[in-house]
């Protein structure tokens, strides 16, 4: 096993170059998993303690990623995976002219299991549901490392109201989507995103930072004080 000083393991580009390959409806990039990849990596060398969560899964291309890495560097800690799995709920005035439309992104429980079972990966705690059901009684007591990929302002707002409380110190939170075009001249397609995680940490010491992840992608990236 790795310490904090050696190097990361070569697993890093293999695994992210399969998955991004696999990943059918080209929703996650080689550039996003490799983000993934340190910060989850960084956040279990550094002993942060707690689970790994995922809100908003499709069908588990990131998952699969998570849950390699910790079965790497800290096969005592859990996945925990969340999504309707009915497709994207209805938009709000707060997502602006978002292009997603109500139900895509649509995926099945056995899509997700049949994308563990295509990389050898053990299955995850799958919690199916909206998030306003799930997430305030089914997440961990812990979270050390939380993927946020909402698409929508109340998706977005919901996730971090009910993560943040259960953060580590030192935790780490991705945000999907997050693009803020004074830092990158990207467009900004989810205005929401960005504009609940400003209306979230407004009054929190932390800052939303960003991090490219390829053309017009972009995470924004949280470490908890």
């Known amino acids: 096993m790795e310490t904090a000083t050696e190097p990361a393991s070569s697993m890093d580009s293999v695994v992210v170059k399969d998955l991004a390959d696999a990943d059918e409806m080209a929703m996650t990039n080689e550039a996003q998993l490799s983000n993934h990849f340190h910060l989850l990596r960084q956040a279990?060398?550094?002993?942060?303690p707690g689970d790994v969560v995922e809100l908003g899964c499709f069908r588990g291309t990131s998952a699969v990623l998570f849950q390699q890495v910790l079965a790497h560097y800290a096969p005592d800690r859990d996945l925990h995976v969340y999504d309707s799995f009915e497709g994207l709920p209805p938009k709000s005035e707060a997502d602006g002219d978002a292009p997603l439309e109500e139900g895509f992104c649509y995926a099945t429980p056995e899509e997700l299991r049949d994308r563990f079972d295509a990389f050898d990966a053990a299955h995850p705690t799958v919690h199916e549901g909206w998030f306003e059901e799930t997430l305030?009684?089914?997440?961990?007591?812990?979270?050390a490392?939380?993927?946020?990929?909402g698409d929508f302002y109340d998706s977005v707002l919901t996730s971090l109201e009910t993560v943040y409380p259960r953060l580590a110190e030192g935790a780490i939170v991705v945000v999907d989507d997050y693009v803020d075009?004074?830092?990158?001249?990207?467009?900004?397609?989810?205005p929401g995103v960005k504009r609940a995680c400003g209306e979230f940490f407004a009054d929190r010491p932390e800052e939303v930072a960003v991090l490219a992840?390829?053309?017009n992608q972009a995470h924004g990236y949280v470490r908890k004080q």
């Open 181 to 190: 075009p004074s830092v990158l001249d990207h467009h900004d397609i989810l």
């Open 136 to 143: 305030p009684e089914e997440l961990p007591e812990t979270i």
């Open 145 to 149: 490392y939380a993927h946020l990929d």
């Open 213 to 215: 992840c390829g053309e």
């Open 44 to 48: 279990l060398l550094a002993d942060v």
